[in-house]
């Protein structure tokens, strides 16, 4: 749980309960009151462990304030200054066309929010609502035989969208959120004009949707092909690839190439382009090699590699052919972290998409990656142990108490300088909230 806000502290100062109005599927209206003059401010996130921050330029004893940029369907916890912790839950998805645009610093907005989409490759409908209640948001793809029109009624109803290759019948359709073209061109040698004019296609529908294709890890010096990667990721709007050290290779000992290859795929993406990567989760090895399935903290590891080398957008790659097919073999514990990380992130979008400051690193051993944002007045250092060793890492940061977000502990910045240990493959994530509210 987070600390308790000071100021909420003060001696005279009522504790009531905010009241919610004006409710949608990515804003609420709240209402509260306080004995005492307080600032209009709000901590607020999907636990009680929070992680957003939100004021408004006023003082006073009455406050309204509205929180937009929220998930839809979802339930967030709400603590104002001054008041007590409030549950609200967003409305969800509208029942109309829903836009998927490409914001500043390769952020994907969803009609104009931040939205880090976590996604699940070729999935069946039967599988659909125990995905969604591991906080998968985006099916891309159909894993069966029925139809388009189908598929994007199965996922929306649910509350999810989906990405499907190009059908006319299904464009204006609200579950449809944008266009995918053939998996992996680059291996199956298919020529980049053919991805370009699938993207021009996407672009000149009505509504106008974003195209994504995947590629192999090419691209990556120890994986390389001799494909042009650059012109397959530079033609379609939003790029991700797979690579998968545990579950590909048999090799937990290369899972940094997750966090290298990330970096090598921005690099040659086109500048501003969205990137995803696939995060393997499946309980057994490929059918290519022979060894364990992923475990826990090596996903959750994944994931955050990716996000804090500069992907903003994740999916799940799920499937097993050992000892048969299966679309979804993922041990219980694996789901657990899945349904974990993915809140988080969903959670956490506005600060992942937040604007870019400097933060540095040193570890004492091995190797810790991290990133830095300021959102909503807030600071955060998102920083990830790549390693299989513990290390103690040095962020170079302001002085101040920094919460470490759903820990419930703080560590203090002192001459500009933040220490804290990470378990192998350790995530952890700092916030420095605004000065209102700490």
Request: net charge negative.
């Amino acid at each position: 749980m987070a600390l308790p806000m000071l100021a909420a502290l003060v001696a005279g100062v009522a504790l009531v309960v905010p009241t919610a109005d004006r409710v949608t599927d990515h804003s609420v209206r709240l209402a509260w009151t306080t004995a005492a003059p307080q600032p209009t401010a709000v901590e607020y996130g999907t636990s009680t462990g929070y992680g957003l921050f939100r004021s408004a330029a006023s003082t006073g004893t009455s406050h309204v304030l509205t929180l937009d940029g929220l998930a839809p369907g979802t339930t967030y916890h709400v603590r104002p200054l001054g008041a007590d912790d409030v549950q609200v839950t967003t409305a969800p998805p509208a029942a109309a066309p829903h836009a998927l645009t490409i914001g500043p610093r390769r952020a994907l907005l969803l009609d104009g929010h931040p939205f880090v989409p976590v996604m699940e490759w070729l999935q069946c409908p039967s599988l659909f609502d125990a995905e969604r209640a591991l906080g998968i948001d985006v099916f891309m793809g159909r894993g069966c035989q029925n139809t388009d029109t189908d598929e994007v009624s199965q996922t929306f109803r649910r509350g999810g969208f989906s990405i499907l290759p190009f059908d006319a019948a299904v464009a204006g359709a609200p579950g449809l959120l944008a266009w995918r073209f053939a998996d992996e061109p680059d291996l199956n040698h298919m020529p980049v004009s053919a991805l370009t004019r699938a993207t021009a296609r996407g672009h000149a529908a009505r509504p106008r949707r974003l195209t994504f294709v995947t590629l192999t890890a090419g691209f990556f010096a120890p994986t390389k092909r001799d494909v042009p990667s650059a012109a397959y990721a530079r033609a379609a709007d939003v790029v991700g690839f797979d690579v998968y050290p545990v579950y590909g290779y048999c090799r937990p000992d290369l899972i940094a190439w997750e966090a290298d290859a990330t970096r090598a795929l921005v690099a040659i993406a086109r500048p501003g382009e969205p990137v995803y990567s696939w995060i393997e989760a499946a309980s057994t090895s490929s059918q290519w090699c022979h060894g364990r399935g992923v475990e826990p903290q090596e996903l959750r590891a994944e994931a955050w590699m990716a996000l804090v080398n500069g992907a903003t957008a994740i999916g799940w790659f799920t499937h097993s052919w050992t000892p048969d097919y299966s679309q979804f073999r993922v041990a219980a514990d694996v789901q657990a972290e899945m349904a974990r990380t993915a809140r988080q992130v969903t959670t956490l979008a506005p600060a992942i998409d937040g604007v870019p400051v400097h933060v540095g690193v040193q570890t004492s051993e091995g190797r810790v990656d991290a990133t830095a944002r300021t959102a909503g007045g807030a600071l955060y250092v998102f920083a990830v142990n790549v390693s299989r060793t513990p290390v103690t890492a040095t962020f170079t940061v302001p002085n101040g108490t920094w919460q470490v977000y759903e820990e419930g502990r703080t560590v203090t910045a002192v001459g500009g300088a933040l220490s804290d240990s990470f378990a192998p493959l350790g995530v952890h994530v700092y916030v420095l909230p605004p000065s209102v509210q700490r």
